[in-house]
């Protein structure tokens, strides 16, 4: 899938890399604004990534026919072959791209407007269903999926937990959705935290992102902490 190469110092790329300017993205610990990071991981990337995510060990940028990978101090760059459409960082890593699903390991072509990878194959959807790998497990319009707590769980305009949860309706179509200690995160019109007992509102934003108990907003820069949810 190509080999990864390792980019000069950070130093050099923070010469070059652009000034903190434009709106607030936040990412699975911290917050971007243009190339520049701050959290959980603290670097200049040489320009805004269409996509940012971050596992445990690891930041990645996305751009296009570009992935960066920040891990252990080091940035490195993988080729990717397309321009990037979704980025998910856990449980494993996965680029959507137009003509499939990039992974580390394999390419999947099959359609998909968000996918994650585990031990059992690739879950994906298209707006049209819930698959895995090519075989279609839930029809339903679903536009994120995510891992929670053993749980893959689709949403759409209802979010279904799979394999034998239960289908919670939405008050509104999801535009993303992470998983969090709490819960799957999602925003909608606001942002919920869902789990098969039911959904909560958090507040009103335009982005998020979720670590742990954390959620990152933006455009505000406000952290939350799940636990401060009451649940019945």
């Known amino acids: 899938m190509g080999r990864l190469a390792l980019l000069p110092a950070l130093g050099l790329l923070?010469?070059?890399a652009p000034q903190a300017q434009g709106p607030l993205f936040p990412y699975p610990g911290?917050?971007?604004?243009?190339?520049?990071?701050?959290?959980?991981?603290?670097?200049?990337?040489?320009?805004t990534p269409l996509?940012?995510?971050?596992?445990?060990?690891a930041l990645y940028a996305a751009y296009p026919y570009q992935l960066l990978i920040y891990k252990e101090d080091r940035l490195q760059?993988?080729?990717?072959?397309?321009?990037?459409?979704?980025?998910?960082?856990s449980p494993r890593l996965v680029v959507g791209l137009e003509g499939g699903v990039w992974t580390e390991s394999a390419f999947y072509p099959y359609p998909a407007q968000d996918a994650l990878l585990t031990e059992e194959g690739l879950y994906?959807?298209?707006?049209?269903?819930?698959?895995?790998?090519g075989a279609l497990l839930l029809p339903g319009a679903f536009r994120q999926v995510v891992a929670w707590e053993g749980w893959v769980v689709a949403l759409g305009e209802a979010a279904h937990f799979y394999p034998a949860g239960p289908t919670l309706p939405l008050p509104r179509?999801?535009?993303?959705?992470?998983?969090?200690?709490c819960g799957v995160?999602?925003?909608?019109?606001?942002?919920?935290?869902?789990?098969?007992?039911?959904l909560k509102p958090l507040g009103m934003a335009q982005d998020f992102a979720a670590f742990e108990e954390k959620i990152y907003l933006a455009p505000s820069g406000e952290v939350l902490n799940c636990k401060?949810?009451?649940w019945p």
């Open 77 to 89: 760059s993988l080729p990717l072959p397309g321009v990037p459409r979704f980025l998910r960082a």
């Open 228 to 230: 401060e949810v009451a």
């Open 124 to 133: 994906r959807v298209d707006g049209k269903g819930l698959y895995r790998d």
């Open 173 to 181: 179509p999801v535009r993303k959705a992470q998983a969090g200690t």
């Open 185 to 198: 995160v999602a925003l909608l019109e606001g942002l919920y935290l869902l789990r098969p007992e039911g």
């Open 51 to 57: 996509f940012l995510d971050a596992s445990e060990e």
């Open 14 to 16: 923070a010469a070059c």
């Open 30 to 47: 911290g917050f971007a604004r243009g190339g520049l990071v701050e959290g959980r991981f603290s670097l200049a990337l040489p320009g």
